[in-house]
C-alpha cells in the first residue's frame, strides 16, 4: 500500500469504559468443542482379475433390405416346324417303307415310313431351343445395424462359468469383486 512500515494514525482506547459497559450484560458461557471424529475408512475392498472365456455381441432387432433387379432368363421354347423339312422326310419315309414290306404289310411300311420321316424331317433345322426373357426379380437380405445392444459375456470364477451382460465390450479380463460380481 506503499506506507513503508510506518504508521499513519492512532488512537487511545477507552478501557474502563467499555469495560463498564459489557459488565451488565450476561456473559457467554464457553465450551469446549470436542475435536470431530475421523470419518470412518471404507473396508478393504479384495479385487479379483479373472480371464474373459469369451464375448458376443448380440445385435438389436435385424432389419431387411430389399431391391429389384433386371435379370435375364432362358426358357425353352417350342420351334416353328420346318414344313419343307417335314415333307422330304415324309417321302424318303414312305420310300424306305415301301422297301421294307412285302403284300399287303408294304402299304403299312410305307404309311409308316412316311409319318416317322415327316416328323423327324419337321424337326431338321427348326428354331426350337431357348430365348433369353428378361424380368423383375426381387432380392432381399438381412442386415444387422448399428452398435451392439448388450455384449453376453462368460466368465470362470472359483471353478464356476458365469455369464454377464455388458452395455459396453469387455477386456481381456474383469474385475471382480468377492462375490464374484463385475464391477462395472
Request: charged share 20%.
Amino acid at each position: 500500500m506503499g506506507l513503508d512500515n510506518s504508521i499513519s494514525s492512532a488512537r487511545p482506547l477507552e478501557r474502563d469504559r467499555d469495560r463498564d459497559r459489557d459488565r451488565d450484560r450476561p456473559q457467554p458461557v464457553y465450551q469446549p468443542v470436542p475435536a470431530p471424529m475421523p470419518a470412518p475408512q471404507p473396508a478393504v475392498q479384495v479385487i479379483y482379475e479373472v480371464p474373459v472365456v469369451s464375448a458376443r455381441a448380440v445385435m438389436g432387432p435385424p432389419q431387411q433390405r430389399c431391391w429389384i433387379e433386371r435379370e435375364q432368363v432362358r426358357q425353352p421354347t417350342a420351334g416353328q416346324p420346318n414344313v419343307g423339312g417335314a415333307i422330304v422326310g415324309g417321302v424318303i419315309g414312305g420310300v424306305l417303307g415301301n422297301q421294307i414290306g412285302k403284300g399287303s404289310g408294304r402299304d403299312v411300311a410305307t404309311a409308316g415310313g412316311a409319318v416317322a420321316g415327316a416328323v423327324i424331317g419337321s424337326q431338321v433345322g427348326s428354331t426350337g431351343g431357348t430365348t433369353v426373357v428378361e424380368r423383375d426379380v426381387q432380392r432381399c437380405t438381412t442386415a444387422q445395424q448399428g452398435a451392439p445392444a448388450y455384449w453376453d459375456v462368460v466368465y470362470v470364477y472359483e471353478g464356476v462359468e458365469r455369464r454377464v451382460q455388458m452395455q459396453q465390450a469387455p477386456g481381456r479380463t474383469l474385475r471382480l469383486n468377492a462375490q464374484g460380481q463385475p464391477m462395472l
